[in-house]
């Protein structure tokens, strides 16, 4: 792994042996930043404050080996990165703005991508992660895990019938609380209606009465012009001698007849004007049928005036014109419909819910049966590694309770509390020694105690759920001594089956290490390439000797550290 610009690291390169890794280094010399990086190219939450002062940006570039086949190679190159001979390089980038971009395989993508193939790949904890452990739905998730499929399978069922359930309640609370509101709007649905239905509009009848009303109020005036239009193509009766558009085509015609073998264009002029005098006939009949068809009737006038009136009080209520008041009516009758059927949807619905209620209860006690079989075995086995852990009297139990609630599920004939992850309340207890009670591990355990319970979930985690790396910040807080040898014993036997990198301040717990590696400040406060070193020989035994007593030449410390050395490297 690179490191440039981050925090006090100008740039460093960190390389971490496929082992057991201890990073060590004096209190600021910038350790921390190793496992910030780490946290970065596992898609942490980038922050400007990160980006070391006077830097454009940081960035972080590592090559990490992934399982063939696995679910990250998978997702990665579903994303289009590239495997490398089996691993896949990540970089991450931090601008001084706070913006940041990541890369996989070679390809640019989704920060989130890389939290993703993290959850495959990488276990981490630090002593936030141990504050964790004491929230109760941490220890039940940590529970759940380590059961797999006997508690993923009910919890999985439950967890599609709790959703139902919600949103089944949802929509009853809606539909009850809004009943005033769901009944006022189909009081005015149904006035609307039947105020159009009394009316009984036909679609273009607005527009048909609009036209029948302009001739009905014209009717003398259309009458008058019809005749006088009547009379310029056909004649007027009482003026025989007038000249009329129909005889002076005719006339027309009779004088181009004789010539027209003579010439053809001539013939086809002819032809056109007889056109012409046909269609002035047949105008001129139309124009006397219409005079005497047109009704002058005032009784119609004032029923289509009527009807008009009857159609209009429609349009300025529901619509521009009668099509769109049909189709406010179709819309309002479906409406409707809905609204009137509330109370055989308030029925369905709490048949409904009443079975989603009691499938809950069913498949909750399910799931707290399978909680309280795992239980037992991950107490059983977390405490044989508190055993390990300079803890040999020490006891680890469970307590997995519900709380009444008449609003509940019923589970065994009782009315309990349930929520998205059942009816549980998991709670892990810890008697530090015999006749203790146990207690919750949140106000019985010292901080030495609980570095320990979390390493020993952790590690019976690796042998049932395992990732290829563990990572762990000062996790050894607290704790010296008989205690932190046993860590570091028990680090060593992780390491056998995955990769583990720990940031520690005991000697103890470095000694154990398959790698050491030094953080170290330059005179200016900064950590260059050369500040992140392997550790060999002397120069590890004087690093042990600077943590066991603040003296790397101590004669004393040194022997402390070569013997340290020498019972890590036979429990090997």
């Known amino acids: 792994m690179r490191i440039r610009s981050l925090g006090v690291i100008d740039d460093a390169v960190v390389e971490l042996s496929p082992g057991f890794t201890a990073v060590t280094g004096e209190t600021g010399a910038g350790k921390t930043m190793v496992v910030t990086s780490l946290g970065l190219l596992l898609g942490g939450r980038a922050d400007a404050a990160l980006v070391r002062i006077g830097a454009r940006n940081a960035v972080v570039e590592g090559r990490i080996a992934v399982p063939e086949g696995s679910a990250a190679v998978v997702r990665a190159e579903e994303a289009g990165a590239e495997l ?12 001084a703005e706070g913006r940041s971009r990541a890369h996989l395989g070679g390809r640019s993508v989704p920060v989130g991508l890389l939290a993703e193939l993290a959850d495959d790949l990488v276990a981490v904890h630090g002593q936030s992660d141990q504050q964790g452990l004491l929230k109760l739905s941490r220890q039940r998730q940590a529970l759940d895990r380590y ?60 527009t048909e009465l609009a036209e029948e009303a302009g001739r009905l109020g014209h009717a003398e005036a259309l009458a008058s012009a019809a005749a006088v239009a009547h009379a310029a193509l056909a004649g007027n009766p009482e003026d025989p001698e007038g000249v009329d558009a129909g005889t002076l085509v005719a006339g027309a015609q009779r004088a181009l007849e004789a010539m027209r073998a003579h010439d053809p264009a001539l013939a086809a002029l002819t032809d056109r004007i007889g056109e012409i005098g046909i269609l002035l006939r047949d105008v001129a009949g139309e ?72 499938e809950l209860g069913v498949l909750a006690q399910e799931l707290s049966e399978a909680r309280a079989e795992a239980a037992e075995r991950f107490a059983a086995a977390v405490t044989e590694e508190l055993a390990s852990l300079a803890m040999p009297h020490a006891r680890v139990s469970f307590d997995i309770r519900q709380t009444e609630d008449p609003e509940g599920v019923e589970v065994k004939g009782r009315t309990v509390a349930y929520g998205p992850s059942g009816v549980d309340e998991v709670e892990l207890l810890l008697a530090p020694h015999p006749g203790a009670p ?26 049932t759920d395992p990732v290829p790396t563990y990572l762990f910040d000062e996790v050894d807080a607290g704790v010296g001594g008989k205690a932190a040898v046993e860590i570091g014993r028990r680090l060593a036997r992780l390491a056998r089956k995955a990769q ?49 007593a603040g003296q790397e030449d101590s004669e004393t410390a040194r022997a402390h550290a070569e013997e340290l050395l020498a019972a890590a490297r036979a429990d090997g």
């Open 84 to 95: 490398d001979e089996g691993t896949l390089l990540v970089s991450r980038t931090v601008s």
């Open 147 to 206: 059961a797999g499929y006997a508690v993923a399978v009910p919890l999985g069922k439950y967890t599609e019938a709790y959703k139902r359930l919600r949103a089944v309640t949802a929509e009853l609370e809606e539909i009850t609380t809004r009943a005033r509101e769901r009944a006022q709007e189909a009081d005015m649905l149904r006035f609307g209606l039947e105020e159009i239905a009394a009316v009984e509009p036909r679609a273009g009848e607005d």
């Open 287 to 358: 124009l006397a049928g219409y005079a005497d068809d047109l009704d002058a009737d005032p009784l119609r006038l004032a029923a289509v005036e009527e009807r008009r009136a009857a159609l209009t009080a429609l349009t300025r209520k529901y619509g521009q014109d009668v099509a769109e008041v049909l189709a406010w009516a179709e819309r309002s009758a479906a409406r409707l419909t809905d609204l009137e059927g509330d109370d055989e949807r308030i029925g369905e619905l709490t048949a409904e819910r009443d079975g989603l209620r009691a």
């Open 438 to 463: 146990p207690r919750p591990i949140a106000k019985g355990a010292s901080g030495g105690e609980l570095s320990r319970v979390m390493l020993a979930v952790e590690v019976v985690f690796a042998g």
């Open 500 to 548: 583990v990198v720990v940031v520690t301040h005991l000697p103890q717990v470095a000694a154990f290490a398959d790698r050491q590696l030094l953080v170290e400040k330059t005179n200016d406060g900064s950590v260059t390439r050369s500040g992140v070193k392997v550790l060999e020989g002397e120069d590890r035994v004087r690093e042990l000797s600077r943590m066991l």
